[in-house]
């Protein structure tokens, strides 16, 4: 057994640090969980494999020997042990929930609960993002069509100023300056 971490001491920083993204879904892989929960990898892998049955495909995935080679790519030193020959699990938001059940130790169901926090925390700040993206693009078309506005005001201007530019015809009563 691994010394235990109290999750109160682990800034969110690390947590979000080992979250990657994976066909679409932010996932933490066994590895971190394992350091994080306390216990270790084999044991972790070992829990998962005895209770397939609460890991759907959308809880836990097995990364391809590709992805694994883009997640290595990613460190330029390798820790040694960190990798092992085995592919890695990769857990959603979902599936880290199911693993705290399946370990049943203290220090991972808090763990648990605080990455299910940090999860919560970055959805809320994708969400802001979004609206505040939307209305910056609000802001935008605003922009654009007073932009368009002023183009057309200026054409005007330009054209007033063309017309008085050619000499005019007088008009009116004429007196001959000849007597």
């Known amino acids: 057994m691994k ?18 993204l994976f066909r679409g879904v ?11 929960f306390g216990v270790e990898n084999r044991h972790l892998k070992q829990q998962v494999r005895r209770n397939t049955e609460r890991f759907p495909k959308n809880f836990m995935f097995e990364l391809t020997k590709e992805e694994n080679e883009v997640l290595r790519s990613q460190f330029v030193i390798l820790e040694q ?24 130790s203290k220090q991972a169901i808090d763990m648990s ?37 002023i183009e057309v005001i200026f054409r005007y201007f330009d054209e007033l100023l063309e017309q008085k530019a050619q000499p005019r015809n007088e008009i009116g009563f004429k007196i001959s300056k000849e007597k």
Do not use: C, W
């Open 81 to 104: 042990g960190k990798y092992s020959k085995y592919l890695p699990f990769a857990f959603s938001e979902h599936g880290i929930l199911q693993l705290s059940n399946v370990l049943k």
């Open 26 to 36: 932010k996932v933490m892989l066994d590895s971190d969980l394992a350091e994080l």
């Open 113 to 149: 609960i605080k990455i299910i926090d940090v999860f919560v925390q970055l959805r809320t700040m994708v969400l802001s993002n979004t609206e505040i993206r939307l209305e910056v693009e609000k802001i935008k078309k605003k922009v654009d069509n007073q932009d368009k506005n």
């Open 3 to 20: 010394e235990e971490i109290s999750p109160t001491v682990i800034p969110n920083e690390i947590i979000i640090n080992k979250i990657y």
